[in-house]
């Protein structure tokens, strides 16, 4: 790599699926002008150590402290700051770390900041729409508004800031519980709260190299929303991949958004009417993730049938 061309790229998230997915895609490209400092909380993990033992420079940050992140950030070109409501179910520590990551970034300069965000269901389905519930007195899809209301910290701050719009993680099927159950009959299924609607997802890891074909694209990017997917699927596109990888049967069970939200496993409601806002509107929430836009950002995108091929072995079968 040519030390003196390359541009600091600070991520932030670097051990999670996002900000590690960018680190990797910063290290495939050796000659691709940038060089990667993972931000962490604790640099003595072992994730952490791994992304040492690779060359990436490693800093110790806490995105709710303000100072440590002006620090983190100094010197970078760019950053990436993305949050993990799944940690603590706070979008008001979302808020939180979002406004002291915007005014971290303008404090040091940067010129380009990627902010990871949802949108804000509230937009579509007010408070005052009882179609679906009201979560925690101020919000509909918890885990997407409080994304979605922080993107104003860093368009107030005044930074060059381009939002990047994620899909739903087909990795979830690994580690949140979505992959197939058997049920007592012995068959398996998958349960979504979708009807026929299709779902945008896409493989958690290459969240990051859309990142890496954003920063690479530069200042035309700036001050855009752009939405990444690797595929529009239905709860049937879904099961007939899985019977397809599994080599067995996968039904897929439509529920309701009430029944789903009924569940009672940590974040059921939230994620119900996240399913519900889907589903309702799926045409609008497809359109604004282009897969053939996605892949020009990150040519490795992976298909739900090529990420399975990857990771079919990982998903566990109750």
């Known amino acids: 790599m040519n030390e003196v061309a390359t541009k600091i790229i600070a991520v932030t998230g670097a051990t999670g699926a996002q900000g590690g997915g960018l680190i990797k895609a910063i290290l495939a490209h050796p000659d691709g002008g940038f060089s990667a400092r993972a931000i962490t909380r604790d640099p003595n993990s072992e994730k952490a150590k791994a992304l040492a033992a690779l060359g990436v420079e490693v800093v110790q940050a806490d ?55 949802l949108e804000d269901v509230r937009d579509w389905i007010p408070l005052s729409d009882d179609r679906m519930p009201t979560l925690n007195d101020h919000y509909k899809v918890p885990h997407f508004d409080g994304k979605g209301e922080s993107n104003h910290y860093f368009t107030d701050a005044g930074v060059p800031v381009t939002f990047l719009n994620t899909s739903f993680y087909w990795d979830n099927m690994i580690y949140f519980g979505m992959g197939p ?54 709860g049937e596109d879904m099961a007939a991949g899985l019977s397809k990888a599994l080599g067995e049967k996968v039904n897929y069970n439509a529920v309701s958004p009430a029944l789903y939200r009924s569940f009672g496993f940590p974040g059921a409601e939230d994620l119900g009417n996240m399913f519900q806002f889907n589903a309702e509107f799926s045409d609008e929430c497809c359109a604004a993730r282009d897969i053939e836009a996605t892949r020009k950002l990150n040519p490795s995108l992976h298909t739900f049938e090529s990420w399975l091929e990857e990771n079919v072995s990982n998903i566990p079968i109750d």
């Open 181 to 234: 159950k058997r049920g007592e009959d012995g068959t398996l299924a998958i349960t979504f709260p979708l009807g026929d609607a299709k779902l945008s997802g896409i493989a958690a890891g290459d969240i990051g190299g859309c990142a890496y074909g954003v920063f690479a694209a530069g200042s035309e990017t700036i001050g855009k929303t752009i939405g990444i997917a690797g595929g529009h699927l239905t």
């Open 63 to 117: 995105l709710d402290d303000e100072a440590s992140v002006v620090a983190a950030f100094a010197g970078a070109y760019g950053v990436f700051c993305v949050t993990n409501f799944w940690e603590h179910f706070s979008p008001a520590k979302e808020n939180i770390q979002a406004n002291n990551m915007a005014h971290a970034a303008k404090k040091a300069g940067v010129t380009h900041v990627i902010w990871s965000t």
